[in-house]
């Protein structure tokens, strides 16, 4: 590219949406908005850009105000939920579990040792196994991960939609361990539920 070119865009390969979708979506974000004392605020679609969007007017300086305190709630009751997810698995004595961080509307869990998945399956309600070992293998660890994926669909919670199992590695001496992905805030509340009704030790 020479200095007279232009700088070339990067091209979204996400599926966009039609016109009709945002019409449907302006709608729901008004209803939305006209249920919280905002209904001047009018979502528009705008057929104009390459790609349908969404514009909003009549925003004054005070209906921003409120709808940033909307939205802020909205944020502030996941962190509750993170909160409430993190003291239900301290009660279970599952100290090493990752701490629940809010990423947008999912809350993200991370990696768990071996051990740790299988102390939640069995809370979870899946049988006792055999004693693994402190650096369990690859056939153990397999075992575990499939028992806790079990034990997930068992409950009200179902299966976590990323789950991936890391087995031991040699070259940098890695314990193996499950990485659990981020969940939707509804999984989350099921989650914490399932903790909350589960015996404790």
């Known amino acids: 590219m020479t200095d007279n070119e232009p700088p070339q865009q990067r091209v979204s390969l996400a599926p966009q949406a039609t016109h009709q979708q945002t019409v449907v979506a302006a709608g729901a974000l008004y209803r939305a908005l006209d249920d919280a004392g905002l209904g001047h605020i009018r979502p528009v679609p705008d057929d104009e850009k390459d790609v349908p969007c969404i514009k909003l007017h009549n925003i004054d300086a005070d209906a921003a105000t409120r709808l940033g305190h909307l939205v802020r709630k909205g944020t502030d009751e996941n962190y509750l939920l993170a909160e409430e997810l993190r003291s239900a698995l301290l009660a279970h004595d599952l100290y090493d579990f990752p701490v629940p961080q809010v990423c947008g509307a999912k809350i993200a869990?991370?990696?768990?040792?071996?051990?740790?998945?299988?102390?939640?399956?069995?809370?979870?309600?899946?049988?006792?196994?055999?004693?693994?070992?402190?650096?369990?293998?690859?056939?153990?660890?397999?075992?575990?991960?499939?028992?806790?994926?079990?034990?997930?669909?068992?409950?009200?919670?179902?299966?976590?939609?990323?789950?991936?199992?890391?087995?031991?590695?040699?070259?940098?001496?890695?314990?193996?361990?499950?990485?659990?992905?981020?969940?939707?805030?509804?999984?989350?509340?099921?989650?914490?539920?399932?903790?909350q009704e589960a015996p404790r030790p």
């Open 109 to 195: 869990l991370g990696e768990v040792s071996i051990r740790t998945a299988d102390r939640l399956a069995c809370i979870l309600g899946a049988p006792p196994g055999p004693e693994l070992d402190e650096a369990p293998d690859w056939p153990e660890s397999n075992d575990v991960f499939d028992k806790l994926n079990a034990a997930l669909k068992a409950t009200d919670v179902g299966v976590f939609v990323g789950m991936w199992l890391h087995s031991y590695c040699r070259r940098c001496e890695g314990d193996s361990a499950i990485e659990l992905g981020s969940i939707k805030v509804d999984v989350a509340r099921r989650f914490v539920k399932a903790l």
